[in-house]
């Protein structure tokens, strides 16, 4: 137990366990969210409640799902977090529920270590769906460090 106790006073004085603010966040409850990040989430979750309609879904390729439920948004696929889709064929299954849903928005890089886990990013990670991502979607805008891209008006157009 020496050693458990050690783990929890260390967690305890970190950072991100501590620093927060009387400020809340719609949706977060109780939780503390540390007061650096409150003003991102704000801003992030607006750009995706302004460029979706209510009830549409949107594709996280950046694995910061928490994006979509500040702004009340479901995800396009099963995998909340796309770095979980590491197979072909789970790629494959992200690309088949982007063409039957066909969001219109994309978070396409968060600005985070999740952009590129272990220094090897998305696109190289999942080159499946990044390679659709590419021919289907262009930039589109920030919100702080988080890229957002839109579907092409001519992919747009064929979906008619």
Known sequence: MPAFKSRWERFGKWPAATVGTNETLPRAGLTVIP???IAQIRDVAAYIREHSAPGERVFDFSSQAGFLFFAGRRSVTRYFQVCYA????MQEAVVADLERVRPSLVIF????YFDA???VSAET???VI???LRAHYERAGTAGQVVFWRRRAEAARSDR
């Not at 590491?86 to 064929?89: A, E, F, K, R, V």
């Not at 890089?109 to 985070?112: A, D, E, L, V």
Request: proline content about 10%.
């Open 109 to 112: 890089k968060s600005g985070t």
């Open 86 to 89: 590491s197979l072909p064929s």
């Open 130 to 132: 990044a390679r659709y």
């Open 125 to 127: 990670r999942q080159p």
């Open 117 to 119: 886990i272990d220094r």
């Open 35 to 37: 007061s650096n990040q």
